[in-house]
């Protein structure tokens, strides 16, 4: 399938290895996750390009119809802009909500300013992964109603798969035992390493921990056949700022639309 943004390139082959499906429709894709409803951003639509005009409507009837069960509607474009340029008027008319997020690259991350030199980094062992769910959880569930303990164990069997086909590894930084922040960074082909659900506990931020970690992960994957990182970021938020400062450049945009649904789909 052919797929323009590298973004959404190396989503869809993360997706694809840890148990989604990804069908070619023509006009969009299809993506899926079954054991894992409840996982927005595994069930959706990539749009092929914007629709044209009176389209955007269409474009949600046809998730409406593959995604009958969803209170929610999550639909994505694929382009490759550096500004975010990509209309989307119709869709926000319609009441969904817009959002752009800068996507980052960069063949080797530059060693942090002020490392953390008291935690213990290493890849997480394969009688962890509760304590990174915990963590995840401790960190957005207060944010954000999606971040369920089913939604984050469904993350968390998706990467389990992702390393037992040794594509890659989730590390962590271990403060007193326990664990305070963590990263992955999985294959996506060619040495592309995309990457995942970075997160560093509220009460230890600004202690270095998230760009040690990267840092440190990062020069072992690139012993083990990296040649490119990439990730995905909001561009109003803190976390981009440390990508910045650890080397990671944009070289995209990507479109994001997505509506929550109370009540019964019309």
Known sequence: ??????????????????????????????????????????????????????????AMGVFDSWFRD???????????????GVETAEFEQAGMDRDVSEVLAAERLLAPSRPNVEAG???????????????????????DPRYTRTFVEGRARQEKRLVEAGLGRRWGAFVDGRLAASAAAYDTGRGIFRFQSIVTHPRRRRQGLSSTLLH???????????????????????????????????????????QNLPGEIA
């Not at 969803?70 to 975010?84: E, F, L, P, S, V």
């Not at 290493?122 to 569930?141: F, G, I, Q």
């Not at 020069?219 to 056949?225: I, M, S, V």
């Open 70 to 84: 969803a209170r929610y509607r999550a639909i994505a474009i694929d382009n490759q802009t550096i500004d975010g």
């Open 216 to 258: 440190l992960m990062t020069e072992r994957a690139l012993t083990e056949g990296a040649s490119t990182f990439v990730t995905v970021a909001d561009p109003a938020g803190p976390a981009i700022g440390i990508y910045r400062a650890l080397g990671l450049r944009t070289v995209e945009t990507v479109t994001e639309l997505n």
């Open 1 to 58: 399938m052919d797929v323009t943004s590298i973004a959404w390139r190396t989503d869809l082959a993360l997706l694809t290895a840890s148990g989604s499906t990804v069908q070619d429709l023509g006009t969009h894709l299809l993506v899926t996750t079954p054991d894992n409803p409840e996982y927005h951003w595994g069930n959706f639509l990539l749009l092929r390009r914007p629709p044209l005009p009176g389209g955007a409507r269409e």
């Open 121 to 143: 980094f290493r890849p997480l062992t394969s009688d962890e992964w509760d304590k990174w769910v915990d963590l995840d959880l401790a960190t957005y569930a207060g944010q």
